[in-house]
């Protein structure tokens, strides 16, 4: 993770800092970019394993970098993303969890408090959700130590095998649903939603020997590998595999 680093900060000295404290952790490469738009081209060419990101500055919205980032088509688009900022508020926390960020840092802060946020992305990996309204890792077990009011969840993680499948079964449909309701306002990232949500549906039918479930997401995978997708062409084989969903399920999908 630490072989190639992206700094993202318009302000040199506090970049710096940053830089040193990362070197004596091992980092092997490590780019400072000041600006978003700047940020974005460098990711494409290092592919960083980690990115550091200011919250603002100049010609610089870090939760505008972590979405672009999240929904582009680099190789790092699921990096782990650490904000770091002096503004540590209930809002400003969530609204970095709600832009794909990992974790979240505030300053003024120790090389132990970076190595822990450090440590929690790389010892305690989180599910990818690739939906429409929302990609990054997993939101329900956004682990910055910053916040903990009542919206935090800390041991939500299903108690047993059995259902940690059953819930990923459960969000790939919904986001079925909710990929296809919104695929008007984003057809590309919607298509890619229903891929994604597919590829898991799939790999859940082949452990669980569900050989409906296998039909049901082969029709699926059919629709998106024939061409062009379209809302329409994807009705059918979505409504299929959506019967299948409890309907509580279905009725929690937002």
């Not at 499948?165 to 309701?181: F, P, S, T, V």
């Not at 669980?208 to 998106?224: C, F, I, M, P, Y």
């Amino acid at each position: 993770m630490l072989t190639r680093v992206l700094i993202v900060d318009p302000n040199p000295h506090s970049a710096r800092m940053l830089s040193e404290i990362i070197k004596g952790m091992g980092a092997a490469q490590i780019v400072i970019e000041p600006t978003g738009d700047r940020a974005l081209q460098r990711a494409a060419e290092l592919e960083p394993g980690i990115v550091f990101t200011e919250r603002t500055g100049d010609k610089l919205d870090g939760e505008v970098l972590a979405r672009k980032l999240r929904r582009s088509h680099l190789g790092c688009r699921r990096a782990p993303i650490i904000m770091v900022t002096a503004e540590a508020t209930a809002t400003t926390i969530l609204g970095a969890r709600d832009a794909g960020v990992h974790e979240f840092l505030r300053k003024p802060f120790t090389s132990a408090d970076l190595f822990k946020r450090v440590e929690n992305v790389a010892l305690k990996p989180r599910d990818w959700v690739e939906a429409v309204g929302y990609v990054g890792p997993d939101r329900r077990r956004f682990n910055s130590g910053e916040f903990s009011g009542p919206r935090k969840r800390k041991a939500d993680k299903p108690a047993s095998g059995g259902e940690a499948n059953a819930a990923a079964k459960d969000q790939a449909m919904r986001i079925l649903a909710a990929a296809l309701n919104q695929f008007d306002s984003d057809p590309l990232q919607a298509v890619r939603a229903v891929r994604e949500q597919a590829s898991q549906l799939k790999a859940l039918a082949m452990k669980a020997s569900d050989s409906r479930l296998v039909v049901a997401v082969g029709a699926l995978e059919v629709t998106l590998a024939s061409g062009p997708v379209t809302k329409e062409t994807l009705a059918a084989p979505i409504g299929t595999l959506l019967a299948m969903a409890p309907v509580e399920a279905m009725q929690r999908t937002g």
